[in-house]
């Protein structure tokens, strides 16, 4: 049974503030999203790779995927279009299992991607890699002033990869985006069709590369997993 793996790398990095979009800024000795497929190809070697990209990315090159199956699509306004149109644009059966992955998380490792993929496979609404919030959480008031403390024992920061069956996922996403509601991950639109994705704990190193000293902090951990 063929596995899909999504990728979005479509956004432009903005809160990076750099020349270029932040999946092609050098880390180490290639950019990050070579790191990112290295990782989910050493996991799933044979799976076929749907790689979102801007139409118009300057920087992109295919010697930075080494699936053997793989194609490339449009990219849309939002990460959850862009997503939509991966499932749009392959020949998938219903129960056929989809990751979706974030390109900018390239320190995912290979435990953490086969626990995900075992969970998402043997739950019916799917799953995706988390992590226990540590820190103390405040509701913040728009003026900046905290109101109150949150109970973190019920919370979890979402990371990915997120995994669920095409046509839940298809429908999740399509339903979303007819009622104009704007997700951050796959997981807010299968929940918003009342299933409930299992959490799936994760690293605290699959770090999600955003503001610009993430990289020195990405390239950091890298090196700390390969020793
Ligand atoms: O900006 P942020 O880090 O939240 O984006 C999450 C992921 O979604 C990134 O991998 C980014 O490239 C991707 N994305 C996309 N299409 C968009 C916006 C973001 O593929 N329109």
């Known amino acids: 049974k063929p ?48 790689l979102c990209l801007d139409d118009d ?12 199956q793989w194609q490339r699509v449009s990219g849309g306004a ?11 644009a392959i020949d998938a059966q219903d129960n056929d299992l989809v990751l979706i ?6 320190c995912v490792t290979q435990s953490d991607l086969l626990a995900l993929y075992q969970a998402a496979e043997c739950h019916a609404a799917g799953a995706l890699l988390a992590m226990p919030v540590a820190d103390t959480m405040k509701r ?15 919370l979890w920061h979402a990371l990915t990869p997120q995994g669920f069956r095409y046509r839940q996922l298809y429908r999740a996403l399509s339903d979303a985006r007819q009622r104009g509601t704007l997700i951050t991950d796959e997981a807010s639109a299968v929940e918003a069709l009342g299933d409930a994705p299992q959490l799936v704990p994760g690293r605290r190193d699959n770090l999600k590369v955003t ?11 890298l090196t700390s997993q390969l020793t």
């Open 101 to 106: 992955h974030d390109v900018a998380r390239p």
């Open 78 to 88: 939002e990460r959850m279009d862009s997503v939509l149109n991966a499932l749009n």
């Open 57 to 68: 990315d300057r920087w992109f090159t295919p010697e930075w995927v080494p699936f053997a």
């Open 211 to 221: 503001h610009p000293d993430d990289l020195a902090l990405a390239a950091a951990i």
């Open 140 to 154: 913040a008031s728009a003026s900046g002033t905290s109101l109150h403390t949150e109970p973190r024992d019920a």
């Open 3 to 50: 596995l899909w793996l999504v990728v979005p790398a479509a956004g432009q990095g903005r809160r990076m503030a750099a020349d270029r979009p932040k999946q092609y800024l050098p880390l180490l000795d290639r950019p990050v999203l070579a790191h990112t497929l290295e990782r989910l190809h050493s996991a799933f070697p044979q799976a076929r790779l749907i």
